[in-house]
C-alpha cells in the first residue's frame, strides 16, 4: 500500500465509510438494532485499522443480524479525536480506540490503554479480567455514559522514530515528539514539547519538520507509515506503551436497551479480536522489523540505562499528578501497581526467564 494511498483512504468520507459493514433499513424496521461505531483509525490500515473492521464486521454475523453495524473509520464521520463525544452523546452507539486519548477528561483513562512502566498484554489481560481492572474501567465510564471492553492490544511498541541519536535524557530537552497519553506527560517533564496527533497526520508533520520524533506502533504498522524516509533512528523498547490496549466503548443507554443474549456476544467478540490482534501484531512484526532494516537502512538502537533511569524518575512525578486528581484516579492507580506486582513477579520468573535463557541458549538476537 503506497503511503498516498493509504492517506486518502484515512480522510475519505460519505459512501465510502459505510462500504465495509452496511445498515440493512427493513431489518431495524423489524425490530433490529443499528450500531454505528466510529474509529481513531484508519481505513484499511494493517494491524489496527484492520482490527476494527474486522470486529465491526462480525458483530452482525454473531447476532444473525439482530444488530446492523455501520463502521466509520477516522475523519468519515467525526475526527478521530471527537469519537468519545460522538458516542457519549448518543449521536454514534460505539467508538474503537485506546481510551489514553481520553486522559484530558479523566486520567485513569489512559490505565486502560497504556501507561509508562505499566503491564504487558498478558499482565494486562489478567487484571482486566480477574484483578478488577473491567470493573474500574465500568466504573469510570458509567460517569461518561460509556460502557467498554477490551477489544485489541498491539503489546510492547517501540520507543519511537528520531532524526538524532538520543544519548541522554538531555537530548529530549526542546525536541517536539508526538506522543499522546501519560508517555507523553513524562517526556514534557524531560523538557520535550509533546503533541497528540491522528495517525493520518503524522507523516506531514514530520517530513515537514513540524515534529522532530515521534512514536507510532511498531514495526508492521509503522513500516506503512514510511517515517523513515524523515527519521532514520528506531529506538526500543517504548516505556510509555508496554501494551497498548484498543476499547470498544459503547453508549451506556443504548447497551443497557440489549438483550442479555446481545450483549453476552459483544462482549464475547471483543474478547475474540483482542486474541486476533495481538496474534496479529506478533506474526508480523519481526518480518517488517527486517524489512525495515534491511531494505530502507533503519538504524535500530536502544534507549541506554541512563535514559531509562531518567524515564522512571519522571513517571515517578507524572503518577503522583495522576493520583493528585480524584479518589477514583488513586483507586486505578493502585489496582494496577498491585496487579503489576503479583502479574509481573510471576512473569519474570516463567515467560522472561523462560525467553532470556532459550535465546542465550540457541544464540537468539535481536
Known amino acids: 500500500m503506497k503511503r498516498r494511498e493509504f492517506l486518502k483512504k484515512t ?68 475526527g478521530a479525536f471527537d469519537s468519545f463525544d460522538e458516542v457519549a452523546s448518543g449521536n454514534s452507539q460505539a ?14 483513562w489512559a490505565f486502560f490503554a497504556a501507561v509508562p512502566f505499566g ?12 484483578g478488577g481492572g473491567q470493573e474500574l474501567h465500568d466504573e469510570l465510564a458509567a460517569d461518561f455514559n460509556i460502557k467498554g471492553f477490551p477489544c485489541g492490544n498491539t503489546g510492547c511498541q517501540m520507543g519511537g522514530w528520531f532524526n538524532k541519536e538520543i544519548n541522554s535524557a538531555d537530548d529530549f530537552k526542546g525536541l517536539k515528539m508526538r506522543i499522546p497519553g501519560l508517555g507523553g506527560d513524562v517526556l514534557s517533564k524531560l523538557g520535550a514539547s509533546t503533541v497528540s496527533l491522528p495517525g493520518s497526520q503524522i507523516y506531514e508533520n514530520l517530513v515537514s519538520g513540524a515534529i522532530q520524533a515521534t ?17 532514520k ?3 526500543y523498547p517504548g516505556m510509555h506503551e508496554p501494551a497498548s490496549q484498543s476499547t470498544l466503548g459503547i453508549n451506556k443507554k ?40 534491511d531494505e530502507q537502512g533503519v538504524k535500530l538502537r536502544n534507549f541506554n540505562d541512563d535514559v531509562y533511569d531518567a524515564f522512571g524518575e519522571a513517571a515517578k512525578d ?12 488513586k483507586k486505578i492507580f493502585e489496582s494496577f501497581v498491585a496487579a503489576r506486582a503479583d502479574v509481573g513477579r510471576w512473569m519474570m520468573l516463567a515467560d522472561a526467564g523462560f525467553i532470556n535463557q532459550r535465546n542465550r541458549v540457541l544464540g537468539i538476537k535481536v
Open 119 to 130: 503491564l504487558t498484554y498478558v499482565e494486562m489481560d489478567a487484571w482486566m479480567k480477574y
Open 254 to 293: 443504548w447497551w443497557d436497551g440489549l438483550s442479555k443474549t446481545d450483549q453476552a456476544i459483544i462482549q464475547a467478540a471483543c474478547n475474540e479480536e483482542n486474541a486476533y490482534q495481538m496474534a496479529d501484531t506478533n506474526a508480523n512484526n519481526g518480518t517488517y522489523l527486517r524489512k525495515l532494516i
Open 233 to 235: 533512528y528506531y529506538y
Open 318 to 329: 507524572v503518577f503522583a499528578e495522576v493520583q493528585e486528581h480524584s479518589p477514583l484516579a
Open 95 to 108: 467508538y474503537i480506540a485506546t481510551d489514553y486519548y481520553w486522559k484530558g477528561k479523566h486520567p485513569g
Open 215 to 231: 512514536e507510532w506502533v511498531g514495526p508492521y504498522n509503522d513500516y506503512f507509515m514510511k517515517f523513515y524516509e524523515a527519521a
Open 11 to 78: 480522510a475519505v468520507a460519505g459512501v465510502a465509510g459505510t462500504a465495509a459493514v452496511s445498515l440493512a433499513k427493513p431489518a431495524i424496521s423489524q425490530g433490529r438494532k443499528e450500531m454505528i461505531i466510529v474509529s481513531t483509525w484508519g481505513r484499511d490500515f494493517p494491524g489496527l485499522g484492520l482490527s476494527a473492521q474486522r470486529l465491526a464486521a462480525r458483530i452482525p454475523v454473531l447476532t444473525e443480524g439482530r444488530i446492523q453495524v455501520q463502521y466509520f473509520a477516522a475523519g468519515e464521520r467525526v
